[in-house]
Each structure stands twice: as C-alpha cells, then as structure tokens.
C-alpha cells in the first residue's frame, strides 16, 4: 500500500466517525469536552456553527452521528450524542453577544427565501452577516416550516423551537407571514439577485383503496399533525390504526394517545428490522402502549351507513430479507379513525415549466449536488424540497451549501468554485504521559433518558416526554466519549520498532509488518480486520527493518497509550481540527470557541 | 509510567485459549520501566506464550531479584504467585521454592547484573541441579537502575551513552551456560516475538533448566551508535541460526515433521520442538557443533539467536534427589519432620 496522506483532512475526518457521518460535520468530541468542562455555552456555540438549531436537534435529530459512533462497536450503544446536545442547550447561559454581527450597511443583495423552514432559516442565518437583504416568505402565520407542524410539541417545546429561529430572524430578516408563494414568474418579476426555495416536501402521500373518499375519518399523517400543531384538531376516535412506520407515524401514534385514543395500532407491511422509523422513536412508542402489527397490507377502508368502521389488511409471509411475500390471509381491524403516514412527496405547482427550471421525470427540480442550484443560474433548491424527505440536519447542511453559491453567485464567482475544507493538527502532550485532553476508558454504560411518568404525560399535548440528563448522567455520559478527533499521529523516521506500541495497544489495532497490497495486509493484522469501512492507516517505510506501521482504525479507543509509551515520539496524540468554509468565510481559522 | 491503566475496551474478535481466558487475562500491572524497554515486550512475549498454551495463572510462579529486569514479574499474569528476592538470589529462591513443590511452572526473570555479576554464582548452581525453571536474562548491557554503566556482558569495545569505550571482556550466558552443562540454552531478541514466543513455550516444556539470554536493548542508556546491545546494532547483526516451532502434546507431531522434513526433539511431556532451517553441520543437540558453531559466528560480531541446544536425556533436580512425586508442600507434616527422636535414633546410628 501506498503511505497515508495524512496530510489530507479527509483522513483524520473520517476516523471522527460522529463527525464523518453528520451531514453538517459538526465537531462532536469538541463540543461534548466543552460540557464535560461545564462550558455549555460554548459547546451551544460551537454546534450552531455547523448545525445552526442545537437545542431543536438536540431533541429531533435523526443521530446519524450515533450509529456510527465508534464506542458502539466497542460495548454495543454509542455515546448519546443527540441528548448531550441539548444538555449544552438547555444549560447554556445568555448567547446575543456572541451571534454574528449584523452590518448596518448592507451589500445592496437582496435574497428571496421561499419557506421559512430549517433550510431557508440557515440561508439567511449564513447571508444576514454578510450585509445581505433576506426576504423570506412563510405561507403560514408563524416561522418554523415543518419542525414547527410535523413534530409535536411533546417531542419539542414551541419555547424552544421559536427560541433558535428567533436568533436567526432577529438578525434583521423580513419575514413575510401568510404569504404563500403562487408563481415563480411573479417572484422573478420582483428582481431578487437570488432566490433560494426551501418549501420542503409538504404533501402527504396518498393511499387510495377502496373506500378512501367515502368518509372524513382518514388522515394524512402530516396535515393532520399541522391541524394538530395550529389548534385545529384536538380528539381522536378510540380505535385508532396508522398506516405506516416511518417517524411520522410514530408521531401520528403518539399524538393519539394525548387527544383521546386508547387503542392505537401502527399497521406495517413489513417486519421488524425493516421498518424507517428511528428505534428510539419507535422504543418511545410501544413505552405509551401503542401496538406495532407487523405483517399486514392495508386492502380496503370498510364503510357502513356511510360511517368508518375499519380496515382489511392482508396477512403477508415475508422471505428471510423481506423481498418478497405472499398472502395468507384477509383480516378486519376495527377503527373510529385511519391515519395515513405512508411517506411525503414534493409539489411544486406554482413553480412555471417554461421558465428555465428543468424537472426530471418523477416531477423533481433538477438540482447540483454540490452547489444546490437548479437548471436557471440564480435559484437555488434546499432542505426537502432539493430532493425529498430527509431531515433537519440536512436541511442545515443544504442551507449552508446554498448560501456558500449565492454568495458566489452575487459576487460574479461561478458557483461551482468551492472552497476547500482545511484542518488543523495540534499536538496535545503537555509533558511525560501528560495530554491536554482526558485519556482514560471509562466502563461506564449509556445512560437511559428519563420520561415524565404516563398518566401524566397524556393529560396535554405539550407536555415534554424526555426530561434530559441530569447532572450525574451528563457527568458520565461525556466520559464515553473515546475523543476520536485526537488523532495517533505517527512520524516513520523516528520509529525504532520497539514495539511498545503494540504491546501496550489495548485492543490490538497496531502491526509492524512487512508492506503488501490492502487485501494481503488486512490478513496479517495482529487483531483480524473486521470491519473494512474502517480504513487502514500504512506508514511509510521504517528506517530500521523497511517495514510499515499498520493501524486498523477501527476501534482504537485514542487513549494515547502508543505515545505514551512510544521512547521516541514517533507516535503523538493529536488534536484534529476540521475547518468548514461557510459562505463569506473561506476557512474559519478562528474558531468559536474561546481558548 | 503511563498515566492512565491499560483501558479494559478489547478487540471485537478477542479470542479464548483452552482455559476460556483471554490474553488479557494473562496481563499485569503497567509497566512503570523506560518507554521502549526491550523488558516490556519481553513481558508481552511471556504473556502470548502462557495464554497461548493455556497455563492456569495459580499455577505460575514468577520469581525475581533485584534490577529493572526484576520489576517484569508484576507486569504479567497478575493471578500468579511471586517473589522479589535480595540482589542475585532469585535462583536459590526459585530452587527452594522448586524443592517444595514441583507442581509449579516457575518463571524466573533477572538481568545481566543480577546474573552475571552479583548472582554469577547461584545461576551456575542452579544450572548444574539442572532445577526446571525457565531462566529468563534481558540482556542490555548496562546498569539502567544506575544511569548506565557497563554490565558484565558488555562487549569489548562497545561504548557508553557518553562515548567511553568498554575494555573488559563479558561473560556470555550462552557459552557459560554450555560449559556448566545447562541443557536447553536459547538466545532471541525482544524485538522478535515471532522467535522470542515458541522459545517460551519450548522452555516451559523442558524438562530441567532452561536458559534464556534475550537481547533486550535499553532505550534510555544503551541505544545509541557505538552500542552493540542497541535495537539498530542487533537487528543488524542477528543471525537467525536455528528456526524452531513449539508443537504441544497433543498435535501430531510426526505429520509436521513429515511435511518439512525438519528435526524433531520430542520433550519429556510429550511435546515436540521441530527445528526447521538448521544450518549444515549443526545439531542442537550436540554440545560440540553447537560451541564452534557459535565461536565461529559470534567472532564475526554476529548475534547468532534461535534455541541453540537442547539436551531432554538430563533428569532435573528432583528425579537426580528421587524426592517423591508428590509435591512436598503436600507430604504430611509429620512425615517431612519426624521429631526428635527420630532424629535422636538417626544419630545414634552414627556414633
């Protein structure tokens, strides 16, 4: 193999698994060292950086930082990231001084944001420092897009919601309510140097069997929660069946169980293991009594006198890897009231065809990966309505992109010139087996959220369920965290091949060999290589044998014991920095956080 | 020493020896020697060896005396029984200890001060009893403990951390040990595990004593140019005379013979060291061929390593005193010291 360019932030990037898997690579082990040193403001300060809403994450987000933990490949649950994010928010102190400063004078751009959800908010919150006009326009009365009318306000507080979009609208955005747009044509027509679209993916999918039209007993997921979230609607039937189940069901169940529902069933056509809701959600609803039927295909809505009596669904034997399935049998299920929650679409019915905004074939907005702009130079696409559903850490993501192009846009640069991401390496030995960060293992296990007991927890809608960490849980919750982002940085020539290093390796990650291709080397590794996701680190030669340093970077725990017991410094405990270019920032060399 | 203990995080694929431990269950306290001590991988050279033939830790004692050598005993398999004795005595200790039962695996480890200077004397005594001991020297050349100076085994010429020449000849455990009769001598270095194990596991089968001299460079005092017992001088000088497998008792062994049509040594019990990649006109088994063998080489400057000499014929301490199978610490009291009129009678029968 060839030596590894550590030089490239890639590399050391990917070893931070949280960080590599985050869509907006927000600093993990940086900000759960913050809270670990009680710095919660700055642990809040250093997420917004990258993901803009943490206290709205930090108890909505889709964790894909958590699957991906390295301490889960270690004692089976990963660190709970998700839930030390919003102990930093909900302990950080006052943050106004320390939000970007808006300039008096502004640029002379003027920006149209179409929605006023997660994406549209990060455009503006990127763009309102750089001296840009944003003009945003909310179809309802109230900010917030569907962060405020798909999750309930059980799963996250309006305080907290309107709290984080407040930060980003009191930067000077004019944000017009109740203002729907109706024609792209029109909004061109106003002479915006840019326009952003970040309406998500608001239509509901449909399931129309027989029977569908016959009765106002079936709900689309989503715009029934939207009822639920503008005081629209506040009971259910007792029966109550969800189709579906993915997370808007799982919000769609829960919701139930608070406006009067008593038996509440989630119909899935598949079993378990297949499902798309997140596990945590899911484990949240079975705790509030709600059933999952697996197995069963919805056939047709049964109407009697013109009133919902229920459903037919079709028993299904599965094959091994839920392919394909055959039908055992037909079987009623009673229901008051049918919650459809079978996934969303996007619609763009206001946006004209002949103006330059090419669609493809399922009726989407051709959009650029990288720079989010669509087919006419000047609009951008994202959040949802890029390319369907996703999540809010990826409507941050898009935003941030989005801004990077318009800025470039504005400023006559081709959007396609993207600037790269940097990284810094700090060493963090402080003397003899001294490091400036906390190397021990800590056994302990992930702790377990606490819930606000049920009986009460039913009585109103808006009561919080989760409770968050406690200051004992936080304590040792933080020590999970292995600090993957202080890198083993290893210099070849000063390598004596004493072996200290591998001796001492508690889980066997190290090998002094002989070179050989990939497949070959993982072969004669002193531990097996067993996950090849992870990548190998390979040295290059060592002065004394012509050998090579292989580490497996698979789950190596960073407790910097190679160092401390390596007699020449050849092996360093590092501290990776990534550095993220964000619109008007080329790379922030200065970080967020105070030193 | 390291500032944290060893996390107890392993390996996903962590696997189990016969005992159903782990290697890590094999390991002891941290190591508080140098940082790149040739000692430490010594130690996790002993720790692969008796996982991997699956030794009950109780049932291992591991003596020592005094030096940095002498620490390694606490740095592996904490479940086994120890003792740190006066500067040079670990060898009666580890006789005496041997004497009293020899149920025990006894694992001595001393240096080339403890063995070559102050305990000279008890390492060849308990050579010649031939007490069945695995005698471990880590062999650096200087006095670490004292900031460096010459040991007994420097070589002539070699020079100090500050440039001063060594004049005095050293004593060789290997060739010492050959002219004392020691009847398995092996030489390896502690950047070589994939020598320096199947060694420790072929000398914790042999039957008698078996010596170990392991060049085990010290990173703080002799690992510089000029040293010739640095890791740089040794792996350029090593010469890998004799390969050797450690084959247990119950593999077959003739198949492994057939298959490289190596030599085999059958152990007294029942294992098997197969010696692959022997040089021409050397046998370990015979004294003479192994001596010139090794004047040759090593007045070339080379560091020839690989077990040397094996001699299974030699019957250790115990059957040489025909002391009864029975371990004596299990002989009743009454029986190992019949009292005083027995004593009283037996010297009667001497007057």
Not at chain 2, 77 to 97: C, D, K, L, Q, W
Request: aromatic share 6%; glycine share 8%.
């Amino acid at each position: 193999m060839q030596p590894t360019d550590v030089r490239n932030p890639n590399y050391y990037h990917k070893v931070v698994d949280c960080q590599w898997a985050c869509p907006a690579h927000t600093n993990v082990p940086e900000y759960i060292r913050l809270i670990a040193q009680g710095r919660y403001t700055d642990a809040y300060m250093l997420n917004r950086e990258s993901n803009v809403f943490p206290s709205i994450l930090g108890r909505t987000c889709d964790r894909p930082c958590e699957p991906a933990c390295r301490r889960g490949r270690l004692d089976g649950k990963p660190v709970a990231i998700c839930r030390l994010k919003r102990v930093a928010a909900d302990l950080r102190g006052e943050i106004k001084d320390r939000l970007p400063k808006i300039p008096a004078k502004k640029n002379g751009k003027r920006v149209a944001c179409i929605g006023g959800g997660p994406a549209s908010l990060t455009v503006a919150n990127d763009l309102m420092p750089l001296g840009y006009e944003v003009v945003m326009f909310e179809k309802y009365d109230k900010p917030g897009g569907l962060m405020r009318t798909n999750i309930p306000a059980f799963r996250l507080p309006s305080e907290v919601l309107y709290d984080e979009i407040g930060q980003i609208l009191d930067m000077g955005v004019d944000i017009r309510y109740n203002s729907p747009i109706e024609s792209m044509k029109a909004l061109l027509a106003e002479g915006f140097d840019a326009i952003f679209v970040g309406t998500g993916a608001p239509r509901g999918k449909e399931l129309d069997l027989p029977g569908r039209h016959d009765t106002n007993r079936i709900h689309i997921g989503i715009d029934w929660l939207e009822s639920i979230a503008f005081g629209h609607t506040d009971s259910i039937g007792e029966k109550v069946l969800i189709i579906g189940v993915g997370n808007t069901a799982m919000d769609c169940c829960r919701s139930s169980c608070r406006l009067g529902g008593n038996s509440i069933k989630v119909m899935a056509r598949r079993p378990r293991g297949f499902f798309k809701a997140s596990p945590w959600e899911l484990e949240d609803a079975e705790e509030e009594g709600v059933e999952i039927i697996v197995n069963h295909a919805p056939k047709r809505f049964v109407i009697e006198n013109g009133k919902l009596t229920g459903m037919e669904f079709e028993r299904l034997e599965w094959d091994a890897k839920a392919k394909n399935s055959k039908t055992i049998d037909t079987i009623f299920f009673p229901a008051d009231d049918v919650i459809l929650a079978i996934g969303q679409e996007n619609s763009f019915p206001w946006i004209e065809r002949d103006i330059g905004i090419e669609f493809d074939k399922w009726d989407m907005p051709v959009v650029d990966e990288k720079t989010m702009q669509c087919t006419r130079d000047g609009i951008f696409f994202g959040g949802d309505a890029a390319w369907g559903p996703k999540n809010i850490i990826w409507a941050a993501e898009h935003g941030h992109q989005a801004a990077i192009s318009i800025h470039n846009y504005c400023n006559g640069t081709p959007v396609t010139e993207r600037l790269p991401q940097g990284a810094n390496l700090i060493s963090t030995k402080m003397g003899i087996s001294e490091w400036s960060y906390h190397n021990d293992y800590n056994p302990a296990q992930r702790q377990k959220m606490r819930h606000v007991d049920l009986t009460r927890r039913f009585k109103q809608m808006n009561i919080e369920v989760e409770l968050g960490f406690d200051i004992e849980q936080t304590a040792r919750e933080v020590q999970r965290c292995l600090n993957c982002d202080i890198e083993t940085d290893f210099t070849a020539a000063r390598c004596i091949e004493c072996d200290a290093c591998i001796d001492v390796c508690p889980v066997q990650c190290l090998t002094i060999a002989r070179n050989g291709e990939e497949d070959d080397l993982r072969k004669r590794l002193s531990a097996p290589a067993i996950n090849l996701t992870q990548d190998l680190y390979v040295s290059s030669l060592l002065p004394q044998t012509g050998r090579i340093m292989a580490k497996d970077e698979d789950v190596c725990v960073h407790c910097g014991l190679c160092a401390e017991r390596c007699p020449t410094a050849a092996w360093d405990m590092q501290k990776f920095e990534l550095l993220i270019p964000y619109a008007g920032r080329p790379v922030n060399t200065e970080s967020c956080v105070p030193v | 020493m390291p500032s944290i203990a060893k996390p107890i995080a392993t390996h996903p694929s962590l696997q189990r020896n016969e005992l159903g431990l782990t290697i890590r269950d094999y390991e002891g306290a941290m190591s508080t020697l140098c940082a790149g001590c040739g000692h430490d991988s010594i130690t996790a050279a002993l720790v692969r060896a008796l996982w991997e033939i699956s030794v009950q830790p109780h049932m291992i004692a591991k003596l020592s005396g005094i030096g940095c050598s002498s620490k390694t005993p606490t740095y592996f398999v904490n479940g086994a029984h120890g003792f740190n004795s006066a500067h040079g005595r670990m060898p009666p200790i580890a006789t005496g200890a041997n004497a009293a039962n020899r149920e025990l695996i006894y694992i001595g480890i001393s240096g080339d001060g403890d063995s070559l200077s102050i305990g000279l004397g008890h390492m060849c005594h308990a050579i010649r009893r031939n007490v069945k001991l695995v005698y471990v020297i880590e062999n650096n050349g200087v006095y670490g403990l004292t900031k460096g100076q010459f040991s007994a085994s420097a070589d002539i010429g070699t020079k100090s951390k500050k440039g001063e020449k060594n004049r005095m000849a050293p004593i060789d455990p290997v060739m010492l040990g050959l002219s004392l009769g020691a009847t398995f001598i092996a030489r390896s270095f502690s950047g070589d595990k994939d020598q320096l194990v199947p060694i420790l596991k072929a000398a914790i089968a042999h039957r008698g004593f078996a010596l170990l001299d392991v060049i085990s460079p010290c990173v703080t005092f002799n690992d510089h140019d000029g040293s010739t017992k640095s890791y740089l001088y040794t792996r350029q000088h090593e010469l890998k005379a004799i390969e050797a497998d450690f084959v247990p008792p119950a593999s077959e062994i003739l198949a492994h013979i057939g298959k490289n049509g190596a030599v085999s040594v059958t152990m007294h019990d029942g294992s098997a060291i197969l010696f692959k990649g022997v040089p021409a006109n050397y046998d370990p088994t015979d004294r003479e061929k192994v001596i010139a063998y090794l004047e040759e080489h090593q007045g070339k400057g080379e560091v020839v390593t690989g077990l040397l000499y094996v001699d299974e014929s030699v019957p250790d301490m115990h059957e040489m005193n025909h002391s009864p199978d029975v371990p004596l610490i299990r002989v009743p009291y009454q029986k190992l010291c019949p009292g005083s009129a027995v004593l009283d009678k037996l010297q009667e029968d001497f007057r």
